[in-house]
C-alpha cells in the first residue's frame, strides 16, 4: 500500500472517529452497541429513539412535552425530534400532570418503563384525563384530553393519525 492511500485511510477513519465521539449520539450510540449491558436495556434504547423519530414526524414543531421519568431518557429529543426540551417531572400521576400541563402549557406526556418506578404508563393509560396516541414495548405518549388539550393540540393529533 502505497503512502498516500494509507494517509487517505487514516483521515476516513479519524473523521468517523471524531464524528461518532463528538455527536450528541454518542451517549445513544455507546449504550446500543458497546455496553455489554442487557438485551432489554438495548431493546429500551431501540424504543425510546423510535419513539423519538415518532415525535418528530407526528407533531409540530413548537410542540412541549412533559417527562415523568425520573432519569434523563428523554434528554435527546432536541437532537433527535428537533422539538424543545422537555419539562421533567419526577415520578408524576396524571392528576398532578393535569396541573403542570396547564401551569407550562404543554401538549403531549411522554412516560417510559423504568425500575422501581410506580407503574406510570398503567397510570396514564387507566387516567380519563389521558389518551394514548403512541406506544411501543417501553415508551408511550400521552396527550391529554378535555378541559386540559386545547382545541389546537386536539387536530394536531387527529390529523398526525391521518383522519380527517
Given amino acids: 500500500m502505497k503512502l498516500p492511500e494509507l494517509l487517505s485511510i487514516l483521515l476516513v477513519a ?10 450528541p449520539f454518542y451517549f445513544m450510540v455507546t ?8 438485551r432489554q436495556e438495548r431493546d429500551t434504547q431501540t424504543d425510546l429513539y423510535d419513539a423519538l423519530l415518532w415525535v418528530r414526524e407526528n407533531t409540530r414543531g413548537d410542540a412541549r412535552f412533559l417527562a415523568v421519568n425520573d432519569d434523563d431518557r428523554f434528554s435527546f429529543l432536541s437532537a433527535v ?6 419539562v421533567s417531572w419526577i415520578n408524576i400521576g396524571p392528576a398532578h400532570a393535569v396541573r403542570v400541563i396547564k401551569d407550562y402549557q404543554l401538549q403531549y406526556v411522554l412516560v417510559a418503563n423504568g425500575s422501581g418506578e ?8 387507566a387516567s380519563s384525563d389521558f ?4 406506544a411501543n414495548r417501553s415508551v408511550s405518549i400521552f396527550q391529554p384530553k378535555g378541559s386540559v ?16
Avoid: H
Avoid at 479519524?14 to 464524528?19: A, E, P, S
Avoid at 425530534?81 to 422537555?86: D, E, G, I, L, V
Avoid at 389518551?131 to 403512541?134: G, W
Fill in 131 to 134: 389518551r394514548e396516541i403512541y
Fill in 81 to 86: 425530534a428537533k422539538r424543545p426540551p422537555t
Fill in 14 to 23: 479519524g473523521l468517523g472517529f471524531v464524528y461518532v465521539f463528538d455527536s
Fill in 149 to 164: 388539550a386545547s382545541p389546537r393540540d386536539t387536530l394536531e393529533v387527529l390529523f398526525a393519525n391521518g383522519n380527517s
Fill in 118 to 125: 410506580a407503574d406510570l404508563r398503567g397510570m396514564y393509560r
Fill in 31 to 38: 449504550d446500543v452497541y458497546f455496553d455489554p449491558g442487557s
